[in-house]
T-cell receptor, first 113, second 114 residues
Framework: NAGVTQTPKFRILKIGQSMTLQCAQD?????MYWYRQDPGMGLKLIYY???????DKGEVPNGYNVSRSTTEDFPLRLELAAPSQTSVYFC????????????FGPGTRLTVT | GENVEQHPSTLSVQEGDSAVIKCTYS??????FPWYKQELGKRPQLIID?????GEKKDQRIAVTLNKTAKHFSLHITETQPEDSAVYFC?????????????FGSGTRLQVQP
């Protein structure tokens, strides 16, 4: 199993540009999550999904959108990138609920200038 | 919603000493408390977790204790080694009310000096 994969690893965006961060898992996990981690800070939940077709906002959803058309994929869309979105983005998945271990992807380091 | 506070933000110990990281949570209904370790430039990984029906759990040099009355839980690392150097995150959630995500603390950077 590849586990949780994310692409790209690094990206530099100009202010106002848009992009999609890709996340996929091959563990047949129902739950998937997107976090952002600012330098020296903890993990803030952006969006999460409890299954295909179901998504919900986390703590910091503004400026982002998600979709979950399949169990495997959970892309994160940034519209109109702003410097405040400079961060490391982690995707994670868990088997059924938050009380199961979350498996994290390797992260995407995004810089908005 | 749940709020998790973590202390200290940085911790430096000598190799072989013990390290203790403490977290408090706000929602008395929270019932699951994992700890994640993140090495520099790497992804977070679960190292130990505890559920509210247990007061203490141990796995080799790592232990976690939970005080439900005081709403705090702690990570204890004994006989620290340089490879324990990392950022440690605590988290909490309540699986019974349908809350479906973890709330993380702000992290503790542990440095083990050889």
């Amino acid at each position: 199993n590849a586990g949780v994969t994310q692409t790209p690893k690094f990206r530099i965006l100009k202010i106002g540009q848009s992009m999609t961060l890709q996340c996929a898992q091959d563990m047949n996990h129902n739950y998937m999550y997107w976090y952002r981690q600012d330098p020296g800070m903890g993990l803030k939940l952006i969006y999460y999904s409890v299954g295909a077709g179901i998504t919900d906002k986390g703590e910091v959803p503004n400026g982002y959108n998600v979709s979950r058309s399949t169990t495997e994929d959970f892309p994160l869309r940034l519209e109109l990138a702003a410097p405040s979105q400079t961060s490391v983005y982690f995707c994670a998945s868990s088997y059924r609920a938050a009380v199961y271990e979350q498996y994290f992807g390797p992260g995407t380091r995004l810089t908005v200038t | 919603g749940e709020n998790v506070e973590q202390h200290p933000s940085t911790l430096s110990v000598q190799e072989g000493d013990s390290a203790v990281i403490k977290c408090t949570y706000s929602d008395s209904a929270s019932n699951y408390f994992p700890w994640y370790k993140q090495e520099l430039g790497k992804r977070p990984q679960l190292i130990i977790d505890i559920r509210s029906n247990v007061g203490e759990k141990k796995d080799q040099r790592i232990a976690v204790t939970l005080n439900k009355t005081a709403k705090h839980f702690s990570l204890h690392i004994t006989e620290t080694q340089p490879e324990d150097s990392a950022v440690y995150f605590c988290a909490a959630t309540n699986s019974d009310t349908g809350r479906r995500a973890l709330t993380f603390g702000s992290g503790t950077r542990l440095q083990v000096q050889p």
